[in-house]
């Protein structure tokens, strides 16, 4: 059996997701992070961004806008300001508030339409 962590992904409004991980790719202030078992312990502030959470069963993607990431003895904290699992996500409606804020000239409602949309497709 891999060596796993667990990961806690919670919104302001919500848990999002929880269980066990062998990798977590999320984008910080710094960079895009992996983190796996045993890393060394960190603490981050989230730029929004989709985040990649690799299970025993497959990939479990989000779309997460700003917070914090938090790791230590094997555990991993997302701490999110707004959190949706791709699978949530309405691709329509996504588009359409794409659109919305390109025609607006609404850069941080574009980057969040263009966030969740990558998590959808994953494309990153």
């Known amino acids: 059996m891999a060596a796993e962590l667990h990961v806690e992904l919670v919104a302001a409004d919500r848990s999002v997701w929880s269980g066990e991980a062998t990798l977590v790719i999320a984008r910080t202030t710094s960079g895009d992070i992996g983190v796996m078992p045993g890393h060394q312990p960190l603490l981050g502030v ?37 959190a949706e699992l791709a699978d949530e996500i309405d691709v329509k409606r996504a588009e359409r508030a794409l659109e919305r804020a390109k025609a607006e000239a609404d850069a941080a409602a574009e980057r969040r339409a263009d966030v969740r949309l990558k998590a959808v497709t994953g494309v990153h």
Do not use: C, Q, R, Y
């Not at 025993?56 to 991993?76: Q, R, T, Y």
């Open 46 to 82: 989230l730029e929004s961004g989709p985040v990649t959470i690799k299970t025993a069963d497959g990939n479990v993607v989000a779309a997460v806008h700003g917070g914090f990431i938090s790791f230590a003895d094997d555990k991993l904290s997302l701490l999110a300001e707004i």
